[in-house]
């Protein structure tokens, strides 16, 4: 019934910067924590980043500390992710994703009933 579609995604050098846009159809999100994670090649998917349901809370995993931006509008149903100084160890596939029932978003998966597809980043050296 929800449905998230990241997009921005794309090849760039280590270095570079990217914007990571991910639009919600169907219901808003305002009443939803919301999360960034990526799944690189032949690993687990891993936490990136999270946004409270008003925007005042962020929390990044160890490794994009510095260097990713979550925010969010509510008012366009849209969540993005600022990504500068990216690394090859960056590559991987980003997915967004959405709580309707936490107001801080968590770095587990479980609780987060809305999934996107997924948009390619790759960093080359």
């Known amino acids: 019934q929800v449905q998230l579609v990241e997009s921005g995604g794309g090849l760039v050098q280590a270095g570079g910067s990217l914007r990571l846009s991910c639009a919600a159809s169907?219901?808003?999100?305002?009443?939803?924590?919301l999360g960034w994670f990526r799944q690189a090649p032949g690993k687990e998917r891993e936490f990136v980043a999270r946004?409270?349901?008003?925007?005042?809370?962020?929390d990044y995993a160890n490794s994009v500390k510095g260097r990713f931006t979550i925010s969010r509008d509510n008012a366009k149903n849209t969540v993005y992710l600022q990504m500068n100084s990216l690394k090859p160890e960056d590559t991987a596939v980003y997915y967004c994703?959405?709580?309707?029932?936490?107001?801080?978003?968590?770095?587990?998966?479980?609780?987060?009933?809305?999934w996107g597809q997924g948009t390619q980043v790759t960093v080359s050296s």
């Open positions: 994703a959405a709580d309707p029932d936490s107001v801080t978003g968590s770095s587990r998966e479980t609780g987060y009933r809305y």
């Open positions: 169907g219901r808003t999100l305002s009443n939803s924590a």
């Open positions: 946004i409270s349901r008003g925007g005042g809370s962020r």
